[in-house]
């Protein structure tokens, strides 16, 4: 019913800034919680922040709180994420991903999107 579709990742240095992007089709719901996630290589996936649609409220992984915002356009079906003070130890794929409940497991989305590759250098 869903599909998500990311953009904006890339290659960027130690300090820098990155905007990703994540774009729903379909049926969507008020109710949804829109996460996005993170996987490195050899590394399990990992809960980056989540936003619930409804009300705006957010969370963060403790490894990126201060640093990411999760944000959303209602009227675009859109949710971002803005990446600042980026790490090395933030290179991974970043995936969005859809579920009913405001949490951080990852067997608790039902849509997911393919995701975008960030890339931090040091």
């Known amino acids: 019913q869903v599909q998500l579709v990311e953009s904006g990742g890339g290659l960027v240095q130690a300090g820098g800034s990155l905007r990703l992007s994540c774009a729903a089709s379909?049926?969507?719901?008020?109710?949804?919680?829109m996460g996005w996630f993170r996987q490195a290589p050899e590394k399990e996936r990992e809960f980056v922040a989540a936003?619930?649609?409804?009300?705006?409220?957010?969370s963060y992984a403790d490894s990126v709180k201060g640093r990411f915002t999760i944000s959303r356009d209602n009227a675009k079906n859109t949710v971002y994420l803005q990446m600042n003070s980026l790490k090395p130890e933030d290179t991974a794929l970043y995936t969005c991903?859809?579920?009913?409940?405001?949490?951080?497991?990852?067997?608790?989305?039902?849509?997911w999107g393919q995701g975008t590759q960030v890339t931090v250098s040091s």
């Open positions: 991903a859809a579920g009913r409940g405001f949490s951080r497991r990852p067997s608790d989305y039902t849509y």
């Open positions: 379909g049926r969507t719901f008020s109710s949804y919680v």
């Open positions: 936003i619930r649609w409804s009300s705006g409220t957010t």
